[in-house]
């Protein structure tokens, strides 16, 4: 098993291009989570999808940010334009069952300057 | 003024001793907790869960006690290593919902 997998692990961007963060949840999980950590904040869960479905997405900050998954093994979120602000870490986890732990990546770190 | 991110709260605790680490969560209605270990540059790391029709709840060297009645939860390492050092998580959920993680506790082993 190999985990869920997070590309890429850093990315550099200039403030204004478009970032798109890509995640792999475990095979035969049904529920897949984007969240964003920084030091000021925590962990804050962006939005979740439970069989490729969008169930909430009210912690999306702005409309510069969209996620998708087209299918239930690949999901993305995607950034345009980027700001200074928006740079953390971004996890993404899977679930199979709503009362399993979740299995997070190793997280995208992001930096907008 | 300057803003200035989120202060940790610390423990610091000898090589062999038993961790206590806590938590106060906030929604009555959460049935499911979980405690995560985060070392640095990873992603959270599952511990240990319990639901809310149990109050303790035991694994390899942890425990997770849960005190609905004033909404906290604990964490108890025994006999913890240097290897334990990291930022610990408790998150709630309500009925298979999405989890929503507190602020994160450091904790550091000193040999």
């Known amino acids: 098993d190999a985990g869920v997998i997070q590309s890429p692990r850093h990315e550099v961007t200039e403030m204004g291009q478009e970032v798109t963060l890509r995640c792999k949840p475990i095979s035969g999980h049904n529920s897949l989570f984007w969240y964003r950590q920084t030091m000021m904040r925590g962990l804050e869960l962006l939005i979740y999808?439970?069989?490729?479905?969008?169930?909430?997405d009210s912690g999306m900050p702005e409309d510069r940010f969209s996620a998708k998954m087209p299918n239930a093994s690949f999901s993305t979120l995607k950034i345009q334009p980027s700001e200074p602000r928006d740079s953390a870490v971004y996890f993404c986890?899977?679930?199979?069952?709503?009362?399993?732990?979740?299995?997070f990546g190793s997280g995208t770190r992001l930096t907008v300057v | 003024g300057e803003s200035v991110g989120l202060h940790l709260p610390t423990l610091s605790v000898q090589e062999g001793d038993n961790s206590i680490i806590n938590c106060a969560y906030s929604?009555?209605?959460?049935?499911?907790f979980i405690w995560y270990k985060q070392e640095s540059g990873k992603g959270p790391q599952f511990i240990i869960d319990?639901?809310?029709?149990?109050d303790k709840r035991q694994g390899q060297r942890v425990t997770v006690l849960l005190n609905k009645t004033v909404k906290h939860l604990s964490l108890q390492i025994a006999a913890t290593q240097p290897g334990d050092s990291a930022v610990y998580f408790c998150?709630?959920?309500?009925?298979?919902?999405?989890?929503?993680f507190g602020k994160g506790t450091s904790l550091l082993v000193t040999p």
């Open positions: 929604n009555s209605a959460s049935d499911y």
């Open positions: 319990i639901r809310s029709n149990m």
């Open positions: 999808f439970n069989n490729n479905v969008p169930i909430d």
């Open positions: 986890a899977s679930r199979q069952t709503g009362y399993d732990g979740y299995t």
């Open positions: 998150a709630e959920q309500n009925s298979g919902y999405a989890l929503n």
